[in-house]
């Protein structure tokens, strides 16, 4: 058998018999069935490993602004208050930074964690411990999302974070 296309998504799709627009639902669907912990572990290492392809430029000054309010709020906090928050965006907990949060477009949502990645870099914001080892389901969640292409990696992405937080106008 020849196979014409021979890239890593491509080879993942077919070894498990699914098309490409489903390994991208399916990734969204196991990420979403993560613990809260893991959900935040996986989004650290999906930053750690392609943060060197997302410019800052791409992500936009301007969309920034719209979450420096959010940003600044979070470095002000103290380590323990800061993971508090990050598991009430991911657990969608109806708090006030919660409902904040949620009235941020989706794009703005993403730039908003890819910012929080950075000022964890930077020291602002409570690290990963070192000795930190990602469950057994993070980790398929993660290989699942190395062998998509850059362009689905941002889809699943986009649509986790999209989903944290709370619609404060919604129903
Ligand atoms: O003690 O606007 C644990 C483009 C364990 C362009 C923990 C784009 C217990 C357009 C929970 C692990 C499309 C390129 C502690 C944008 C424990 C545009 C801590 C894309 C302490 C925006 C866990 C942008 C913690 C993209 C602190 C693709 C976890 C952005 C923190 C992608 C996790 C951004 C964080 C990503 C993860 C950001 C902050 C993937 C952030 C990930």
Known sequence: MTFTSDSASTRFSQAFGIQTGDAVASTITVFQALSIDDQLAVLWYAYTEMGRSITPAATGAARL???????????????????QVMRDLAAKNNTQFSRSYGILSNN????????????????????????????????????????????????????????????????
Do not use: C
């Open 65 to 83: 602004q719209l979450a420096e309010g959010l940003l600044n709020q979070i470095k002000q906090m103290s380590h323990a208050e800061q993971l």
């Open 108 to 171: 703005t949502k993403l730039a908003f964690w890819y910012e929080l990645s950075e000022l964890m870099v930077k020291g602002f914001v409570v690290p990963v411990p070192t000795d930190y080892k990602i469950s057994r389901d993070g980790s398929q969640v993660l290989e699942a999302l190395k062998v998509l292409d850059f362009g689905q990696q941002i889809t699943v992405l986009r649509k986790v974070v999209a989903d944290m937080g709370v619609d404060p106008l919604a129903d």
